[in-house]
């Protein structure tokens, strides 16, 4: 079973304290002398260490440079940020309801060029149709037990989607075989999605990749769902958090993951086929 959203969080935590302790000993300096350097007390070394106290920014950048790693900092400090803030219950989101959540995202959406989205179980949120979006939020609303405004979500998923069609926007998206299998709503709003997906994976600005599952050989096996947001933040969706990571280094991990998918996948014509072989096993 996965951790849960806190104990990974402390988790996270745990590994920012454990990097700033190796610099400190990597550099040969005792807690003491670095406290020193840094201008405060020793027992504020020793709490930043062992996970007591979250280090701020500013305690990162001293740290650092009183180690002779300023080269690190800036990473260091998105970790630490990931740690405080990567865990965002579901639940607690969704306490206002669907549909505010699927606003929460309008900003973002604006904000970045380039979408990368990889999806091993649903159609991607930026290509679905309002009946296929309308049974995925209203399983999710009976799933975490929130109020069920699925229909109005729905809607506003719609709306937000409406940016594919915008300037200044690039959507590479990938996603399994069996994606196309997986049916949310009944037969005739998944053949509408299918279909919808003929059309979608046509745009200038989409490129829609699929994974056959005939493939022999892969370079990495399916992985959970995530979106890279040009190459500064990473969203990865659990069934109980989504997660969010701007650790540079982590996120570069997660566009080498993404690259490798992307290579293992079908476009054009031959991803054609494969969506019309699951519109016609619906018959």
Request: with cysteine.
């Amino acid at each position: 079973m996965p951790a849960s959203p806190s104990s990974s969080a402390q988790a996270a935590r745990e590994r920012v304290a454990r990097r700033l302790r190796d610099l400190r000993a990597d550099s040969g300096l005792t807690g003491k002398e670095l406290a020193v350097r840094c201008g405060w007390t020793h027992p504020k070394t020793s709490r930043i260490e062992n996970a007591r106290t979250p280090p701020t920014p500013e305690d990162i950048r001293r740290w650092c440079h009183a180690c002779g790693s300023e080269d690190q900092a800036a990473d260091i400090i998105a970790q630490s940020r990931d740690a405080e803030s990567a865990y965002m219950e579901w639940r607690r989101q969704m306490r206002a309801g669907l549909k505010r959540l699927q606003d929460s995202y309008v900003d973002l959406y604006q904000a970045t060029e380039l979408f990368r989205v990889y999806s091993p179980t649903l159609v991607p949120g930026l290509l679905q149709t309002e009946g296929y979006a309308r049974a995925v939020l209203s399983h999710v609303a009976e799933l975490l037990d929130v109020p069920n405004d699925a229909d109005q979500a729905a809607a506003a998923r719609m709306e937000r989607s409406r940016i594919v069609h915008e300037a200044g926007h690039r959507f590479v998206m990938v996603i399994e075989e069996s994606v196309l299998y997986y049916q949310l709503g009944d037969a005739d709003a998944m053949a509408a999605q299918l279909g919808y997906l003929l059309t979608a994976g046509a745009l200038p600005s989409v490129s829609l990749g699929i994974i056959p599952r005939t493939r022999r050989e892969r370079g990495l096996w399916p992985q959970e769902l995530f979106h890279v947001y040009d190459d500064a933040l990473v969203s990865v969706e659990l069934m109980s958090a989504r997660v969010r990571i701007t650790q540079p280094s982590d996120v570069a991990l997660y566009v080498r993951a993404f690259e490798r998918l992307r290579r293992m996948a079908v476009y054009g014509a031959d991803a054609r086929a494969l969506v019309l072989r699951a519109i016609e096993a619906l018959r």
